[in-house]
């Protein structure tokens, strides 16, 4: 009989696996930079591409690329060591974002957010001259859908993460594997297999975003009358019935909606015989339609 570890590695390993297959992640020659902080999300992520590159019936190569954000005591040794150790092609580099985010950040906004924003730009760069055509994260199931409901309650805008999309520099594609896993498995995995988690040293580390904690809150009480609460409302980003939402761009002139995307250029204002261009970009695939509509 399996042990309880094996089961959850072949849960986790099948659960990418689908994600994968699902939103076309990878393909024949890809070459994937994979963001490693240090964390459990990212350790994870790092050894599941590479057991399932090993037996891919596709050739495909990762990088993991690390950023150091210059807090100090952040471990990057740590981190170092075990890529060597694995025998993982890897590349550490340092900057000086501490920095810019104690000279730039406002009084009372979030340190994660400016933080953030700088390390995705590094990512992109670095991908870039590592010739990697795509960068993947880390991001998990509960990041998923607790994005979805502070867009919801706290931003307004029916919005979460898409699995695959092209990033702002028009070059880099950014995929997401772990859509599929939970974190609460990850957790049980990382520890299972030991990695050595470090923890980034920014002043809040350790911290839980205020919101978002209130929203891991709300799920946990919601679980307890549906287990399946957090799978739920994954499968409703990728069943979304336009016609019964109240998004204007989604209708041309009062009309029917025009597909499952969103229009990203506005008809409203064009005069009735101005031919509109509309750009009808799909949330989960990044994929893009363009259609040139004509007024009545």
Not at 14 to 40: M, P, Q, Y
Not at 104 to 123: D, E, N, T, Y
Not at 212 to 220: D, I, S, T
Request: charge should be positive; proline fraction near 5%.
């Amino acid at each position: 009989m399996a042990s309880p570890e094996a089961k959850l590695f072949k849960r986790i390993k099948n659960s990418v696996g689908r994600a994968i297959a699902d939103f076309g992640l990878i393909e024949e020659g890809d070459r994937i930079a994979v963001a490693v902080s240090g964390g459990k999300d990212s350790y994870t992520l790092l050894h599941l591409l590479e057991t399932l590159r090993r037996r891919a019936p596709i050739r495909y190569e990762i990088m993991a690329v690390n950023i150091d954000s210059g807090y100090p005591g952040y471990r990057t040794d740590v981190i170092e060591e075990h890529l060597a150790r694995h025998g993982f092609a890897y590349h550490m580099e340092k900057t000086d974002h501490f920095d810019i985010i104690r000279e730039k950040r406002r009084p009372g906004s979030s340190f994660c957010s400016i933080c953030a924003r700088l390390k995705r730009g590094v990512l992109y760069t670095l991908a870039q001259r590592f010739n990697c055509n795509k960068l993947a994260l880390g991001h998990h199931l509960d990041d998923f859908v607790e994005t979805l409901l502070l867009n919801q309650f706290f931003v307004g805008s029916l919005k979460a993460m898409a699995a695959s999309m092209l990033a702002d520099n028009g070059e880099t594609t950014v995929i997401r594997p772990l859509v599929y896993v939970e974190e609460r498995d990850i957790i049980s995995f990382s520890r299972a297999e030991g990695y050595p988690v470090v923890c980034c040293r920014c002043p809040v580390c350790g911290v839980a975003d205020v919101q978002r904690k209130r929203m891991k809150e709300l799920l946990a009480t919601l679980e307890k009358e549906n287990p399946h609460v957090k799978r739920s409302m994954l499968k409703a980003l990728s069943n979304v019935q336009p016609r019964h939402l109240l998004d204007r761009r989604l209708r041309l002139d009062g009309g029917p909606p025009q597909g499952e995307g969103y229009v990203t250029a506005s008809p409203l204002t064009a005069s009735p015989s101005t031919p509109v261009t509309l750009t009808l970009t799909s949330e989960l695939t990044g994929a893009e339609q363009r259609v040139t509509e004509t007024g009545m």
